[in-house]
C-alpha cells in the first residue's frame, strides 16, 4: 500500500511539474526526474525492490516496441551512416569509456564495469524529441536523433546482457560466438513471425477493448518467448514491431487506431513515472545503507561517469562531422555531410532517461558493486537530463538554423494528391456530388498555397462554430434531465469524432509526447 501511494504522489508531482515544463519548454523526462527524487525523499516513501527480469520485461518491451514502430526500415537505409555512427559506435565507445573508468576509478571487475557502460550508453528518444519538437531544426537532423534511439536501445541491451551473463557465468566469453549465433538470427526470425501471426489475430479483433490488450499481451509475450527459448528479446520485439508497423496500419480503422495510439502513449508515459519512482526509492534506501566512506567514493564515480558520457559522445559526434566532410569532398561517400552546428546539436544531445533507469533496475541483486552503479545511472540521469537538458533550447536559438521547408513542401505535395484522388471519385451531377466537388476544390486551392484547409477554411470554421453550439445544448439537455445519460453519451462521442475532423493539426496531439 506504501508503493502505491508513493505512487500515486508521483503520478500527482509529475502532472504539476509537467505544467512547467510545457510552459518553459522543458523536456518532461526531466521534471519527471526532479518529482522523482522529491517523492523518494519523502520520510514514509517504502523501500521497494523489483525482480530484475520484470524490470527488463515490463519497462523495456513496450519502449523498444513504441520505438521500432516509428523507424521504417528504409529510414535505415537512408541514414545507414550517421545512425551506425551514433547508434553502433558511440554506444561502443562511450561504454568501453566508462568501463575503463569503472575500472581505473573504482576497480570494478571488468563485466560489472562493462554492463555500468552500457546502461548509460544508449540517450533517450523521448527527452530529446520533447525538446528537439519545438524548435525548427533541419529535418534529417530530428530524424536521424529520433531514429537513432531505438537501435542505441538495441545495442546497448546486448552489451548489457553479455555482461551480465558474464558476471554470473565466468565462462561466457568462451562460447559468446556461439551464442550470438542462435540468439541473433533466433530474435529476429521469431520477432517477423510472431509479427505476422499478429496481423491475422489482431485484424479481427481490431476496434475492439480485446484487440487493444492484445496489443500489450502480444508485446510482452513476444519478450517472454524469445527469453524462454534463449533468443534475443531485444531484436525479437524490434522486428515484430516493424512488421506491424509496416503491414498493420492500412488495415485499421481510424476509431482503432486512434484508441491505440492514445493507450500507447499513456502507457509509454506511465513506465516513465514507475521507472523514476522505482529507481529514486532504490538511490534512497542505499543512500542510507551506506557508509560516508563509500558514498563518498560512489559520488566521485558517479561525476567521472557522467562527465565521460558527455565528452565521449560530443568528441566523437565531431570527430564523424570532419571524417564525413573529408569523405564527401574526396567523392568515397554520397552521405551528406552534417554542418559544424548539426553535428554540435547531435553531440549535446545526448540525455538519458528510461533505458538507463530500467537496465539499472535490471541489474541481479547480487551483482558486483550494484549499489554504486545504480548511483552512477541515477546520476547520469539526472545530469543529462538537468544539464543538457536545460541548456539544449537556449544553444538551438543561438545557433540560429536555417528555416528547413522540405517537410512542408512534402506535405503540401502529398495533400493536393490526394485532393485530386478525392476530385476524381467524385462522378455525376447531383446536389450533393457538386456541393462536395466545390468544397474538395476550395481546399485544393488552400493546399496549393502551403497552408491546412482546416487552418484556413471558413467551412471548417463553421463547423466548429456549431459543434460548440451543439455541446452546449447537448450539455443543457443532460442539466435539465431532458435526456438520459445514456443518450449524452453517445451523442457526446458523435460530436468528439466530428471535432476531430475539422481541427486544425496540432490541435488533437497529446502534449507530453
Given at each position: ?414 495533400r493536393m494528391a490526394l485532393i485530386d484522388a478525392a476530385l476524381a471519385e467524385l462522378h455525376g451531377q447531383d446536389k450533393s456530388t457538386r456541393i462536395l466537388r466545390d468544397v474538395y476544390t476550395s481546399e485544393r486551392e488552400i493546399a496549393a498555397d502551403g497552408k491546412h484547409p482546416r487552418e484556413v477554411s471558413k467551412l471548417d470554421k463553421q463547423r466548429r462554430r456549431v459543434i460548440v453550439a451543439n455541446r452546449r445544448k447537448l450539455a443543457a439537455m443532460r442539466r435539465s434531465d431532458e435526456i438520459d445519460d445514456d443518450v449524452f453519451h453517445i451523442l457526446e462521442q458523435e460530436l468528439d469524432w466530428a471535432e476531430l475532423a475539422v481541427l486544425p ?9
Open positions: 500500500m506504501a508503493f502505491f501511494e508513493s505512487m500515486l504522489t508521483l503520478l500527482l508531482v509529475a502532472i504539476i511539474f509537467l505544467q512547467f515544463s510545457r510552459k518553459f519548454r522543458i523536456p518532461y523526462p526531466t521534471m519527471l526526474a526532479i518529482a522523482g527524487i522529491i517523492v523518494a525523499a519523502f520520510p514514509w516513501a517504502p523501500n521497494v525492490a523489483i525482480d530484475p527480469q520484470l524490470a527488463l520485461a515490463l519497462l523495456i518491451a513496450p519502449v523498444l516496441f513504441d520505438a521500432a514502430y516509428d523507424l521504417p526500415p528504409r529510414t535505415l537505409k537512408r541514414n545507414w551512416l550517421p545512425l551506425v555512427s551514433l547508434a553502433g559506435i558511440a554506444v561502443i565507445l562511450t561504454a568501453a569509456a566508462v568501463a575503463a573508468v569503472g575500472v581505473t576509478i573504482a576497480g570494478l571487475p571488468l563485466a560489472a564495469a562493462v554492463a555500468l557502460g552500457a546502461i548509460v550508453a544508449p540517450p533517450d528518444a523521448a527527452a530529446a524529441t520533447a525538446m528537439l519538437d519545438r524548435f525548427d531544426l533541419p529535418r534529417q537532423t530530428y530524424v536521424i536523433l529520433k531514429g537513432e534511439s531505438l537501435l542505441n536501445d538495441a545495442v546497448a541491451l546486448l552489451i548489457f546482457s553479455a555482461a551480465v551473463a558474464a558476471v554470473a557465468n565466468p565462462a561466457f566469453f568462451t562460447g559468446v560466438l556461439a551464442e550470438l549465433t542462435l540468439a541473433v538470427p533466433g530474435g529476429i526470425i521469431l520477432g517477423y513471425l510472431l509479427g505476422r501471426l499478429y496481423m491475422v489475430v489482431g485484424l479481427k479483433l481490431a476496434g475492439t477493448l480485446g484487440g487493444t490488450l492484445l496489443e500489450f499481451v502480444a508485446t510482452f509475450g513476444t519478450w517472454v518467448i524469445a527469453e524462454r527459448l534463449h533468443l534475443s528479446a531485444i531484436l525479437a520485439i524490434v522486428v515484430y514491431a516493424m512488421v506491424i508497423a509496416r503491414y498493420m496500419p492500412e488495415r485499421q480503422t481510424a476509431r482503432h487506431r486512434i484508441h491505440s495510439y492514445s493507450v500507447w502513449e499513456a502507457a509509454v508515459f506511465l513506465l516513465n513515472v514507475l521507472a523514476f519512482l522505482l529507481m529514486g526509492l532504490q538511490v534512497r534506501q542505499i543512500v542510507l545503507d551506506l557508509e560516508p566512506s563509500r558514498l563518498n567514493f560512489a559520488i566521485i564515480l558517479a561525476t567521472a561517469v557522467f562527465v565521460t558520457v558527455i565528452a565521449v559522445r560530443l568528441a566523437w559526434v565531431l570527430l564523424y562531422n570532419r571524417v564525413v566532410t573529408v569523405l564527401a569532398a574526396r567523392g568515397y561517400t554520397r552521405q551528406a555531410a552534417p554542418s559544424f552546428a548539426t553535428s554540435l546539436i547531435a553531440g549535446w544531445c545526448g540525455m538519458r532517461g528510461l533505458v538507463t533507469l530500467a537496465t539499472a533496475l535490471a541489474l541481479p541483486i547480487d551483482f558486483p558493486d550494484r549499489d554504486i552503479i545504480l548511483l552512477s545511472a541515477l546520476a547520469v540521469v539526472l545530469g543529462t537530463l538537468v544539464v543538457q537538458g536545460l541548456t539544449l533550447g537556449p544553444l538551438i536559438r543561438f545557433l540560429n538554423f536555417d528555416p528547413d521547408t522540405s517537410l512542408d513542401r512534402d506535405l503540401t505535395r502529398t493539426p496540432g490541435r488533437d496531439e497529446i502534449v507530453e509526447s
